[in-house]
T-cell receptor, first 113, second 114 residues
Framework: EDQVTQSPEALRLQEGESSSLNCSYT??????LFWYRQDPGKGPEFLFTLYSAGEEKEKERLKATLTKKESFLHITAPKPEDSATYLCAVQARDSNSGYALNFGKGTSLLVTP | KAGVTQTPRYLIKTRGQQVTLSCSPISGHRSVSWYQQTPGQGLQFLFEYFSETQRNKGNFPGRFSGRQFSNSRSEMNVSTLELGDSALYLC?????????????FGPGTRLTVL
């Protein structure tokens, strides 16, 4: 069974203090691994898709990397506006799965000034 | 390009009632997926529709159902509401045909069951 585990559950950083969020996964065949950001009361906002081990993507202060077992979301010099819940999801290549996303429980990030 | 829209944004119902939620995907997208989000279980997949056909279904009881129309708009229905159905219901839109499976989410419908 596909499984996605995110750690830590919560993270508090000072402004400028870089860190990484982890997403460990097991899936029969990976079509893609997705990172989303979710603000309270809103729908998840798409950040990145990674398709194969070794792939990296960057956007402003965020950089996502992928191995065969896990993905990291690196946050460099975060600002208070980066505070949100970050969600990781996997999509299986299995045709029976369609485009269903299997989500982890998320990491709640708080960046203080 | 307009994003995914969901209506209504908030709903309050009582146990035993039924509810219908609506989702309009991004123009040109043919796949619509529905998810339930609760504090305890996180985001859980309900079902996916593509070209008016249910392509995949999550592990939810038959009280949860959906459909998709020819213009790709989708509705989901929950019958005989239970207290545990209180959640944020999210709709996600995807092209559904390319190898790239990015899904773009709407703002959600907050359902409260009393």
């Amino acid at each position: 069974e596909d499984q996605v585990t995110q750690s830590p559950e919560a993270l508090r950083l000072q402004e400028g203090e870089s860190s990484s969020l982890n997403c460990s996964y097991t899936v029969s065949g990976l079509r893609g691994l997705f990172w989303y950001r979710q603000d309270p009361g809103k729908g998840p906002e798409f950040l990145f898709t990674l398709y194969s081990a070794g792939e990296e993507k960057e956007k402003e202060r965020l950089k996502a990397t992928l191995t065969k077992k896990e993905s990291f979301l690196h946050i460099t010099a975060p600002k208070p506006e980066d505070s949100a819940t970050y969600l990781c999801a996997v999509q299986a290549r299995d045709s029976n799965s369609g485009y269903a996303l299997n989500f982890g429980k998320g990491t709640s990030l708080l960046v203080t000034p | 390009k307009a994003g995914v829209t969901q209506t209504p944004r908030y709903l309050i119902k009582t146990r035993g009632q039924q509810v219908t939620l609506s989702c309009s995907p991004i123009s040109g997208h043919r796949s619509v997926s529905w998810y339930q989000q609760t504090p305890g279980q996180g985001l859980q997949f309900l079902f996916e529709y593509f070209s008016e056909t249910q392509r995949n279904k999550g592990n939810f009881p038959g009280r949860f159902s959906g459909r998709q129309f020819s213009n790709s708009r989708s509705e989901m229905n929950v019958s005989t509401l239970e207290l545990g159905d209180s959640a944020l219901y999210l709709c996600a839109s995807s092209s559904g045909t390319s190898g790239r499976g990015e899904q773009f989410f709407g703002p959600g419908t907050r359902l409260t069951v009393l």
